[in-house]
């Protein structure tokens, strides 16, 4: 018998042991559900696999009868929208402060300090603010994102940046590089890779600011939908919503790891 | 032959803590100068003042005649023991990089033609070095020699008027360091460089140099480790490659080095 430190589950093991929870999981519900279904038959708490189907065929399948839409995919539509302007608009920010303050240090020593300053603002503090100057329309939206998650890509990338080895700086230096070409071809492209890597890191809070921003104020989204439907215990709308988004977040990060892999073979050959 | 490089009374300290002090040599064009010395003995920060990486606290040191510049430039060519290609380009271009930086000020990256004679021009080097076989592969695909072979052929492609070596075998076996050995003397004939070379392995510095400097503090203060620095205590000149050690010369630097240690 191999000491527990040296046992490594086979991959099909390693499979089936990763699924079991996920089954766990649905079997108490189940049971939690039948549970409370015994005891009253209206319960909206935990709603039975039945009534959660019948939900998401009524949001996603049938048009709303209010509007002629299918809620879910509009929902879905609005906030994927909203959340790939956030990223997209913080990950340039991210890469074009975090590259310049990184490899410049005179630009690095007047914007390092306001940069820990605004990491350090709560940005749900500053939503009012936002709507006040923004509206209450898509951009007040967009900018919390933008807000929530810049300050870490910018640190991030800086830091990043300043961790790659000074003999590869001093090494393309001796090859006659100034420092704009440097930047350009040695610094850029291997930053681009870590800004994936940073921007995989801060999807979850980026979701957490586009619901946040949503519930407040918005006529769509998933985050509003949740948040609307709590008003009449629609956990049966609830619950595929949650899960859902998680699918959305997973599938995203996903999606840039394997971008990442066929992009920048190099970066993940060590790993 | 004329002097090349010139070492005028150079000191170098950070703060109270001198690391050099007082060196001064003459290097002509064509020599290949090895460094040897025990750890944090400042062969490394020599190698650095003539780099450029740092700078001279008193004295001069002259490259053709005319004070080295303050900063890494094209006519000091670099092999670090490690990172010292560029992990996101392949063979070729990591090779190309130092022409591309030449003939295209604002972007750095040639296209075309122009790019197909750059990597032509790379694949020369990259057959003198011994990588023919792997023009297309990453940094990464490559063994620690190949790598090393690698960044020579980088630095050479620029034809440096000084080659800095900054122990560029020390992370390699030892069979495959003899082959670079033998590659990095062939390269120095064959181009004529100039070669300083910081190694710890005092052999390695004996086969390869024309010239060995030892580097050792000749004054001790027992209360304070830091208030004299090295400064070269051996020059020996080493005439011929196929002459045999002189076993006296090696004993009394391994003493000499083997007693700065254990100070």
Redesign the interface.
């Known amino acids: 018998m191999k000491k527990l430190i040296n046992f490594q589950p086979s991959r099909a093991l390693k499979t089936a042991l990763g699924i079991i929870p996920f089954l766990l999981v649905l079997l108490v519900y189940q049971v939690g559900s039948d549970i409370r279904k015994a005891e009253n038959e209206q319960d909206k708490l935990l709603p039975s696999f039945a009534e959660i189907a019948a939900a998401i065929d009524r949001m996603a399948f049938e048009p709303s009868r209010r509007t002629g839409e299918y809620l879910f995919w509009k929902d879905t539509k609005s906030s994927v929208v909203r959340l790939a302007k956030g990223i997209s608009i913080a990950a340039a920010i991210g890469l074009i402060v975090g590259l310049m303050a990184g490899s410049i240090p005179i630009i690095a020593a007047p914007l390092n300090p306001l940069i820990t300053a605004i990491s350090l603002i709560p940005p749900l503090a500053i939503l009012p603010v936002l709507f006040i100057v923004f509206g209450l329309g898509e951009l007040s939206k967009v900018m919390l994102i933008v807000i929530g998650v810049s300050p870490f890509l910018v640190r991030d990338i800086l830091q990043r940046t300043q961790e790659l080895?000074r003999?590869?700086l001093?090494?393309?230096?001796?090859?006659?590089?100034?420092s704009?070409?440097?930047i350009?071809?040695?610094i850029l492209?291997?930053i681009l890779p870590r800004l994936i890597d940073a921007v995989r890191l801060s999807l979850g809070a980026a979701w957490l600011f586009l619901i946040a921003a949503e519930a407040i104020a918005s006529t769509d989204g998933l985050g509003y939908r949740i948040f609307l439907v709590r008003r009449y215990m629609s956990m049966d709308v609830i619950l595929p919503y949650v899960v859902w988004i998680t699918f959305l977040a997973f599938a995203t990060d996903l999606c840039l790891l394997k971008l990442s892999r066929i992009v920048?073979?190099?970066?993940h050959?060590?790993k | 032959m004329s002097t090349f490089i010139e070492l005028d009374r150079i000191s170098k300290h950070y703060g109270d803590n001198v690391v050099l002090e007082n060196l001064s040599n003459k290097v002509t064009e064509g020599e290949f100068v090895t460094l040897v010395g025990a750890s944090g003995c400042g062969k490394s920060t020599f190698l650095k003042l003539l780099l450029g990486t740092e700078r001279v606290s008193s004295g001069q040191l002259l490259l053709d005649g005319q004070p080295i510049a303050e900063e890494p430039g094209p006519e000091r060519g670099i092999v670090f023991q490690k990172y010292s290609v560029f992990p996101h380009l392949n063979v070729r271009e990591n090779v190309a990089l130092g022409l591309e930086f030449e003939q295209s000020a604002s972007l750095g990256r040639l296209f075309g033609s122009e790019r197909k004679q750059a990597l032509e021009q790379a694949d020369e080097w990259l057959e003198a070095v011994g990588l023919t076989q792997s023009l297309n592969q990453y940094p990464h695909e490559l063994s620690g020699g190949m790598q090393q072979r690698l960044a020579l052929a980088q630095a050479l492609i620029k034809k440096p008027k000084v080659l800095l070596l900054d122990e560029p075998f020390g992370a390699l076996d030892p069979g495959i360091r003899k082959d670079m050995h033998e590659l990095v003397l062939g390269l120095w004939q064959k181009y004529h460089l100039t070669v300083f070379m910081v190694t710890h392995d005092l052999r390695e510095g004996f086969h390869l140099g024309t010239r060995l400097w030892v580097f050792d503090k000749v004054r001790h203060d027992p209360h304070a480790a830091n208030r004299f620095g090295s400064t070269i205590t051996f020059d020996l000149p080493l005439v011929s490659k196929d002459a045999p050690l002189n076993p006296d010369d090696l004993d009394a630097i391994s003493n000499q080095l083997s007693a700065a240690a254990a100070v």
Do not use: S
Request: aromatic letters at 16%; a neutral charge; hydrophobic letters at 40%.
């Open positions: 080895p003999e590869q001093v090494k393309a230096q001796t090859l006659g590089g100034n704009w070409q440097i350009l071809r040695v492209p291997q920048f073979p190099w970066y050959a060590d």
